[in-house]
């Protein structure tokens, strides 16, 4: 970790008294993350542009009055960082209990987001005393948003801005934005608006950079009292050619949501509303449980497996029969995977010997 | 695509033609967006002022299927302008003097009539897109959803070839594929003209390959597309009298509906695999009960012709069952053999060692993810970005292209343009999206855009609920006023069952492809 | 002008934001929902955003008639005056509370619309030109006021014949690289507060990377108990416009802005005047003086009410109509400054020193200071005394002999109990400290500091936890919001000064007063949040009993 390739090594410095190598334009921050220094922050999210606001990440460089943010100073040749002092971990103590002291509650359920531990984790790990520095809340929860996926509760907000961020430099939607200044800051639309009257297009990339639970996904917050563990799956959104990858949330035999894989080679995180919402559908009554047979008088009668395999096949062994190879045809789904497709060509090849086999692509 | 997702954030220049990207691909669009704030210019040519064109520095409002005349004059400005890549052409190409000199008649001033968007900004466009360092080329079925599908992209194809734009970071010709295994299913031969990995069919050795693979006479010719399928149900003298269909709602996502349905109502047998019961499995004489999303273990190929792994976290209802086992049930009781796979990895890797192009891939080494096909053995990296050093059939072939009108153009009884498309919230036909909770918050009926001017024009109020019909047939639906639609343009999704737009589509379909002019379709629209 | 109009005349150039914003409002007397909506449009700036960036500035009202509802000073020295009574009084016009607006020497300010009226009460209210500064009692010779008392100094002719643009002159016979050195060798530093030398700043400017370069002079003169700038800007406005001419000649720039805070209207239109003045005669424009390719061109940009704005990273961010947060530095504006390329931002008394430097030398200016020190300092001096006023000392000179001798002394039958220094940055001095000499080696011994030479006096009336609070109040009211130890800790602060943080006993009060000052000044990201806490140390050093009597009265 401390040594990189010739090739992207740009410069050398010292982080808490062993020689680290950097590269080009790489921080502090970045430096002390590989070297698995586990500096604290809140406001970081490695998608977004450095922002320095929450000063956790400060350390301590030689030569240099202040300590400086970790995540907004580049690292330089010859460089000497301290990442763990006594001082510095005392300012960030107190800064999560100034932290802690603006929230109603520093403890939300791990469904409410992908990052939404991020703040209590490190109460715990800096032994914070919520209690400290008694005064006003900061931010107003807004309950009048009556959205079906996104829980804007910012009285639990900490003013981190990622949402803001994530919403313009990751979604280019520029959706929210910050209003008022100082202890007063609120995160809104344009004109205090619900979200569905702004630009906003429900993707959920604020839901899951939210470090806090401010914002929460209320649909997975739903299963908030469901017994059992949360299990993920990583797997692929398979509403688009886009292929974003995710991790399903489930608890017991239940999908409860769905997190963005930050590391998704297709989508780097991001997601839109029907990969982060539209995910329910799997549960849903009308899903077909067992084989139908059409009856005589039209309707459907549930049948076994076997009865209607055989049925099946009886109608294609029977067309045949009467006219030919060339009187079957298969359609494939753009949708189902890979071994549905393959099936079902070969079903037709290696079945009736001819090419008659397409997908819906051309519709 | 030619080239990865990732390069979307470099391009110089894009060029959007025929995709509503924010809405049809809005993670894509994100990687757009991205650009266009690092600096990057943007053409978005589209009829409708959508999300793109008001982030673009031209929108190029252009009538429907009019994109080969565009294409044609952009090509004629760069030609002009002297906006050729020289050496590109020289190492690379082919056929560039005969494609040149047919672009000399093919002025702005021509193309403009025709697009019905000035001749200046044609000229700017051709000449934005000459100039970008790289410029790359992104499209979805607003380019192949025509009768001239395919002489678009070869369009498309002539504007790369001529400045060079192939093969470098963040340029390209992009198709953003639909449907999310839409790739997978022709990368699996699930096609009338190719077995597996792009072999085509009407090779003698591809079909002795897979005669011998698959332990049957395979013919050496390629089948019929599913359109010419559905016309021979339909027809008297018949033809097709069985079909399987795979998740897929035909009668509401195919163009003419009323003759979809009369088709499949035609046939001797029908066996439809689906999650829910369909419009179309409806039809069925037997249904079979498919796992979803979150219940399959398997693979899909995305647009950028990543192979991605697909996995289960939760049982199916009841006893749904993965496609390819309820498929190869039905093939073992029909006396086929090959069909003993006992899971979804057998499956992959017959698939694998069958495919050039997926030869280096098997179940396990696609676990994270990391290749794009092709990726001819064990030891290849995967091709994230094509046409790199060579084309693969050698040099890049310049097409002689003339424009022609669409299928049905606008008159006295049907004065009015229909496009179609999709909208961020509705995927498809709506099986899955409308039934998630929430969605109908945002979206809950299909409606018509409609100019405010021409609504104006035809008496006609937003809200109000009006029959648009063409020579297909009639539907009923409300209309919304927008400026996103230009005057003499109307657009609505076919998401909605409620209001079947493809009762009206249908007027033509690209003469190779078979694909459906979807896209244009001449309505009237009459008042109650 | 309609709306498209408004638009159009500012779409196409340098900041726009703000002078289309200020179209609006003076036009409609707020800023209406459409005319956002029309702004975001015409400017591309997405609809949240500007409306978010519109909520952070203090002055743009969102409500009909909003702009001419009168706004009362009820800053810092102004509470010592009657500010709150004025407020109370006006009250049924609608009137709202404004934080110091810069007219400590005068009586309590009311901004009426774009006009200034100063009174003591609401009956007294009236239009009062900018007091010029006393004449020196003590003879010192002095820079920056030299010629502010002449006859007509303000105008272009008056302003000539004191000596005006003569160094401007001498400089263009001469490089860039000599009129760099004059002011480099002057050891003229930035006297808006953080004191980087000047000639330094040019220099790097004029060799970065870049163009087109800026000068920016940054006229939001917010703090607290300061109003010198206003006092240059205008009765000397030419000096000021000197001295941006001779930094665009030394670096390079060719175009210059000067953020004007929005409190000061009058001034906006004699800065205008004098541009005018300027460009006719060649002294701006294309080829100024005949010398050719030395263009620069200026600009006026109001600020719409916020402290912060006078951070020069938030400066830059408000007049590219951004979000106006400090920027993270490196880089700094010398090289990623307005639109991300190279900029001087320096303060109007600098820059209004360095055209009296390059006239006079830059030896003639190192001898002004007393001893070791070099040059001078205008002092704004206000509160609890007998002369309020401007005052240019040498650096070195005695505080105290500033208060006594200069200014008159204590009001009659009061002493003084404390000093801030730095507007209200520097916290508190009192007791023995008060017998400082203003250099900042000697005030920063003190653990305080000069900055831009506010100093506001309070007497043994005063209630010392009382001014210790309303300076907390207006650094949370000011603090960005960006950074949580600024935006949190002068919250916490100010409730912990007014007993709204809970019943503390004075061992947790002070641990906590003490831990959040401590994390505030090693933390923070920009100078609000590192300087606030010095009110709290030096209430906590001076004044340890006040604070027991305090917390055991609750």
Known sequence: MNQLAEEIRVGTLTLDGEPVDFREGETIYEVSERCRREVPTLCYDPRLEAFGACRLCVVEVEGIRNPVASCTTKATEGMVVRTRTKTLEKHRKTLLELVASENRDTKVDELSGYASQEMNDLLVRYDARTGRFGGKRSGTSNSKDKNPFILRDYDNCISCYRCVRVCAEQEGDHAIN???????????????????????????????????????????????DTPGEIKKTRSVCTYCGVGCSVD?????????????????????????????????????????????????????????????????ADGFLKVREKYGNHAVYGVASGRAPHEAAYTMQKFIRAGFGTNYIDNCSRA | MSNPLRDMEHPDLIFCIGTNMTECHPVAATRLKKAIANGAKMIVADPREIQLAKMADLHLPIRVGSDVALLLAMAHVIAREGLIDQDFIDARTSGVGEFLEHLKEFTPEWASEICEVPAADLEKAGILYGQGTPSAIYYTLGITEHISGVDNVQSLCNLALMTG???????????????????????????????????????????????????????????????????????????????????????????????????????????????????????????????????????????????????????????????????????????????????????????????????????????????????????????????????????????????????????????????????????????????????????????????????EAWDMADGEIIRMSSRRGEIQIKIRTTDRSPQGTVFTSFSFASVPVNILTGSGYDPVTETAELKVCAVKLEKF | MTDQEIIDQWKDQDAPLLPVLHAFHDRDDYLSEEAIRVISTGLKIPLAELFGTITFYHHFSRSKNGKATPRVCTGNVCRLNGGKEMLEALKSEGATPMP?????????????????????????????????????????????????????????????????????????????????????????????????????????????AGNPKSIVCNADEGEPGCFKDRAIMDHDPHALLEGMILAAFATGAHRGFIYLRYEYPETQGILQQAIDEAHAANLMGDNILGKTGFHFSLKIVRGAGAYICGEEGSLLNSMEGKHPFPRNRPPFPVTHGFEDLPTVVNNVETLASASHIARKGAQWYQGLGLGDHTGTKVISLSGDI????????????????????????????????????????????????????????????????????GIIVFDDSRDMVQAAHDAMAFFAHESCGKCFPCRIGTQRLTERLNDSGGDLALGDWKDEVEDIGSVMKATSACGLGMAAPLVTESLLRYFPDAIETHLSCR
């Open chain 1, 178 to 224: 910050i209003m008022n200044r100082g202890f007063d800051t609120q995160i809104i639309t344009e004109f205090n608006n619900d979200l569905r009257d702004s630009s906003c297009t429900f993707c959920g990339q604020c839901v899951q950079t939210c470090p806090t639970g401010a914002l929460t996904d209320k649909k997975a917050i739903r299963a908030k």
């Open chain 3, 100 to 208: 110091c607006s810069g007219r400590c020497d005068d009586m309590v300010p009311v901004l009426h619309g774009d006009q200034v009226l100063v009174g003591s009460d609401a009956n007294s209210l009236d239009h009062r030109a900018t007091p010029l500064p006393a004449p020196n009692p003590g003879g010192s010779e002095e820079c920056v006021f030299r010629h502010i008392r002449a006859e007509g100094r303000h105008t272009l002719a008056g302003y000539r014949a004191s000596g005006g643009y003569l160094g401007l002159e001498q400089a263009v016979q001469g490089s860039p690289e000599a009129l760099v050195e004059i002011i480099t060798d002057s050891k003229l530093a930035g006297r808006g507060g953080a004191g980087f030398p000047t000639g330094v700043k040019w220099k790097a400017v004029a060799e970065a």
């Open chain 2, 165 to 455: 734009n192939l093969g470098l970071e963040g340029g390209g010709i992009n198709p953003m594929r639909g449907q999310n295994n839409i790739q997978g299913a022709g990368d699996c031969g699930a096609v009338p003209a190719n077995f597996p990995g792009f072999q085509p069919c009407d090779d003698p050795a591809s079909a002795r390959k897979f005669s011998k693979a698959y332990g049957i006479e395979i013919e050496a010719q390629k089948g019929i597309t599913k359109v010419t399928a559905l016309n021979q149900a339909a027809s008297a003298e018949g033809g097709i009298h069985a079909m399987i269909i795979d998740g897929e709602n035909t009668v509401i996502s195919d163009p003419d509906m009323k003759h979809c349905e009369h088709a499949l109502k035609s046939l001797d047998h029908l066996v439809v695999i689906d999650l829910f019961l369909t419009e179309t499995a409806q039809l069925a004489d037997v249904v079979f009960p498919a796992t979803a999303f979150a219940e399959t273990d398997g693979v899909q190929t995305n647009t950028e012709r990543r192979v991605q792994r697909l996995r289960a976290a939760v049982p199916p209802p009841g006893e749904a069952k993965p496609d390819w086992w309820i498929i190869s049930q039905i093939a073992q009781r029909i006396g086929t053999p090959g069909f003993e796979f006992e899971s979804a990895k057998d499956v992959f890797n017959e698939l694998c060692s069958l495919s050039p192009i997926y030869a280096g891939l098997d179940w396990d080494r696609i676990e994270n993810s990391e290749y794009s096909w092709p990726v001819p053995d064990k030891d290849h990296p995967g091709t994230p970005r094509l046409h790199e050093k060579e084309f693969k059939n050698g040099r890049g072939l310049f097409k002689v292209i003339g424009y022609r009108d669409p299928a049905e153009v606008i008159d006295d009884e049907f004065p009015v343009w229909l496009t179609t498309g999709r909208r961020l919230e509705s995927y498809h036909t709506r099986t899955q999206t409308g039934r998630s909770a929430g969605i109908d918050y945002l979206l809950s009926e299909e409606s018509l855009e409609i100019h405010p001017a021409d609504a």
């Open chain 3, 386 to 453: 007998q002369r309020p006023g401007n005052y240019e000392v040498p650096f070195g000179f005695p505080l105290a002999t500033l208060l006594h001798d200069w200014a008159g002394g204590p009001r009659d039958g009061r002493t003084i109990q404390a000093v801030t220094m730095a507007g209200l940055s520097g916290g508190f001095l009192a007791g023995d400290d008060l017998e400082v000499t203003l250099d900042e080696p000697c005030i920063r011994g003190k653990g305080s500091f000069l900055g831009a030479g």
């Open chain 1, 248 to 312: 399903i949330l489930t608890k017991g035999d239940r999908v409860v949501g769905i997190h963005p894989a930050m590391d998704g080679p297709a989508n780097e995180g991001a997601l839109c509303i029907k990969g982060q919402f539209a995910f329910d559908f799997v549960h849903h009554p009308d899903r077909l449980s067992k084989p139908l047979i059409k009856q005589e008088d039209g309707t459907f009668k549930e049948a076994e497996w076997d009865e209607a395999l055989q049925k099946a």
